[in-house]
Structures are given as C-alpha cells and as structure tokens.
C-alpha cells in the first residue's frame, strides 16, 4: 500500500488527541502491510511526559508481537519525532520512520538535528519525509490557533 494510505491513519489518530486537547499527534505501526500499533498524544490526558504517539505506539508493538525489536517494522507518524521518540526507534530497531510535517522547534530526524542518521547508533532507521505535509501541517496549524484564541478569550 502507499505511504498516504497510512498516513492517513496517523491523522485519524492525530484527530482524536485534537479532541481531547492534546497536541494533535498520531502514530502508526506497520508490519507486512498490515498496521499492528495505534496510538496518539496523551501527555495532558495522562499527566505522563512521555505519553507521545510513538512512545505509546512503539509500546503497543512491542506488546503484539511479544519482542522489543520491531526489526520489520514502520512507522507513519504526523510530526517529526523529538529526540526522546527519535531514540526510542533507534532502540525499537525500527526499519523506517514516514514523517508528514516536519518540527523546527524540537525535532530529530533532520530539522533541528537528525539522531537518526548523524550518529554511529549500532541501528540506522530510514527516514522518509513530506508525506501528507500540508494535511499534518494544517491540523497543528488549526490546533494551535484555537488554543490561543481559547487562551484569549479567557483573559
């Protein structure tokens, strides 16, 4: 299947942290075509700082497949991992990370710096960007938008 086709599975995830006011961030797991791991941002829900979609997603896998090694494994993912989850696929053995929209502020598969493919780690995940991007872009665009009219609003 295409790249988009899960994608746009990442998204539906993404979608439901937007309605429960979390950064709308999904993630998918993938193996021989057929997804084994959903998940989204839940850090305010759970109170928990490492409750990001690829954390949780990365967990779920795990617990599927009764390994830690997610050797043929991807990863469709609607924002650039930060370098906690960017490490997190490198200790997963992940095969390859799809990125839709990419994260100048905090992100390490190659904006702010690229764990992934910079440093001799003993496992190199492969990387792939810009899938989806103005549809992964949007709904963080439109998130963070009405947070700041919320936050507005109650001043």
Same mark, same amino acid.
């Given at each position: 299947m295409e790249p988009e086709f899960f994608? #746009?599975?990442?998204? #539906?995830?993404? @979608? %439901? +942290?937007y309605k429960k006011l979390e950064v709308p961030v999904g993630a998918?797991?993938? $193996?021989? &075509? %057929?997804?084994?791991? @959903? /998940?989204?941002?839940?850090k305010e829900t759970k109170k928990n700082t490492i409750q990001? +979609? *690829?954390?949780? /997603?990365? #967990? @779920?896998?795990? %617990? $599927?497949? %009764?390994?830690? @090694?997610?050797?043929?494994?991807?990863?469709?993912?609607?924002? *650039? !991992?930060? !370098?906690?989850?960017? &490490? /997190?696929l490198i200790q997963a053995r992940m095969k390859k990370v799809y990125?839709?929209?990419?994260?100048? $502020?905090t992100g390490a598969c190659g904006s702010v710096l690229n764990l992934l493919e910079d440093y001799p780690f003993n496992h190199k995940v492969e990387i792939q960007t810009g899938i989806m991007q103005e549809e992964c872009e949007n709904i963080l665009t439109q998130f963070f938008k009405e947070l700041r009219k919320q936050k507005k609003n109650k001043k």
């Open positions: 994608m #746009q599975e990442a998204l #539906q995830e993404a @979608r %439901k +942290a998918v797991i993938v $193996k021989e &075509g %057929k997804i084994i791991a @959903r /998940a989204y941002n839940e990001h +979609a *690829e954390i949780t /997603a990365i #967990q @779920r896998a795990s %617990k $599927k497949l %009764k390994t830690w @090694r997610l050797l043929d494994c991807e990863m469709y993912v609607t924002l *650039e !991992p930060c !370098p906690m989850c960017a &490490g /997190a990125i839709g929209a990419m994260d100048y $502020k």
